[in-house]
């Protein structure tokens, strides 16, 4: 199956942005949906959004829809979360994850994302 590192956390200051990048390897990425998730300390993981196999359908959380865009690049086996305006609560750990079927079963290890006020 495949497997999934990200990439792209760091510190930044709030209204600033960042890029997220889950590149995959095995299996062909291009057959699996794909989700980003977050947790901050203390809190439950959060599904922020999501985007199909083909890329059609696409999925946002109300804490972040306006601010973040999903997107993927099958040919390069690679998925991003763009995220701007970036606020002090979006601070938590980014994961994406992958899935054939309804549960989500494949993730990667996580990057940190630190939003200053």
């Known amino acids: 199956q495949v497997q999934l590192v990200e990439s792209g956390g760091g510190l930044v200051q709030a209204g600033g942005s960042l890029r997220l990048s889950c590149a995959a390897s095995g299996r062909t990425f291009g057959i699996y949906d794909m989700g980003w998730f977050r947790q901050a300390p203390g809190k439950e993981r959060e599904h922020i959004a999501e985007i199909s196999a083909t890329g059609d359908s696409i999925y946002y959380a109300d804490s972040v829809k306006g601010r973040f865009t999903i997107s993927r690049d099958n040919a390069h086996d690679t998925g991003y979360l763009q995220m701007n305006a970036l606020k002090p609560e979006d601070t938590a750990v980014y994961y994406c994850?992958?899935?054939?079927?309804?549960?989500?079963?494949?993730w990667g290890q996580g990057t940190q994302v630190t939003v200053s006020s």
């Open positions: 994850a992958a899935r054939l079927t309804r549960e989500y079963h494949i």
